[in-house]
């Protein structure tokens, strides 16, 4: 009877943490397409772009090396607008999938092959997080604009790590599944 009222709880508990990631996921892309459109389409003075990526709210400091957004051609402001996507796509997809892995719980379906690819391709999120400020950052120089030398930091390959263990973690999971599998089969 204990085994089932923490069961439910469980399930409760996932299924609310699927609703705050689908929130987290809607705010993420909805961040992104207005960050997207005001590298497009933006001309006043609170946008920037200098070392570090796109300055919010601090008008352009050519000492400081942040050069309005106005002064970029069409071209350049598109590729821009491609390096947010580029930066903000795996965290999209992370969200996506523990949104899904939740999902799962709260159906109460755990320790099977779905939840086990669910944590699968968040460690391929969390790898591809940890290339996209590279990508990035080449995508803005072959548009002409110079090189950001802040690009890199140590969350990149703290996300590599985590991107190789949530593989472990899954084929350890898959593994367990499949031993308790075999001894569901010796009754």
Known sequence: MQDQAKRLVIRR???????????ALVATAALTLILAAAALLYDGPLLSFGPGGLWIGREPDPAAGRTALSVFTPSQRLMGAVAICILTAPIMFILHQARELFRLYASGIVFAFANARRIKFMGVGFILYSVAPFVANRVI????????????HLDEVMSLIFGVLAFVIADV???????EQERDGFV
């Open 13 to 23: 508990r996932s299924g609310l943490l699927a609703a705050g990631l689908t929130l």
């Open 141 to 152: 120089i072959l548009a002409g604009v110079t090189n950001d030398p802040a690009w890199f």
């Open 173 to 179: 999971m898959e593994f367990g599944h499949e031993i």
